[in-house]
């Protein structure tokens, strides 16, 4: 018998920087444990939904080490609030 798995939004830390343009560039992952992805490459920027854990959102596809990830960042919807929004990754969970 086969189990789908199931996916969870992790909330993570992430360094940014901006370019003129105003564009968020993200540089550094930081997992819950503390440790630190750099990320090698931005791929993509596009307004997408996180199919797996839900959720809606800006997808970056990035690149860490070789692999192709996305990391999402989920807008706040309080215009005026200091806090404009968190990223997030997919992470799967036990069934």
């Given at each position: 018998?086969?189990?789908?798995?199931?996916?969870?939004?992790?909330?993570?830390?992430?360094?940014?920087?901006?370019?003129?343009?105003?564009?968020?560039?993200?540089?550094?992952?930081?997992?819950?444990?503390?440790?630190?992805?750099?990320?090698?490459?931005?791929?993509?920027?596009?307004?997408?939904?996180?199919?797996?854990?839900g959720g809606q959102g800006d997808r970056y596809t990035i690149v860490i080490k070789g692999h192709e990830r996305y990391l999402f960042f989920e807008h706040n919807a309080d215009y005026g609030d200091e806090k404009i929004g968190k990223w997030f990754v997919e992470r799967k969970v036990a069934p």
């Open positions: 018998m086969s189990t789908v798995p199931r996916y969870i939004r992790e909330y993570v830390d992430v360094n940014v920087d901006f370019d003129k343009d105003g564009r968020m560039l993200p540089k550094t992952l930081i997992w819950e444990d503390g440790h630190r992805y750099e990320i090698d490459r931005i791929k993509a920027i596009q307004p997408a939904p996180a199919l797996k854990a």
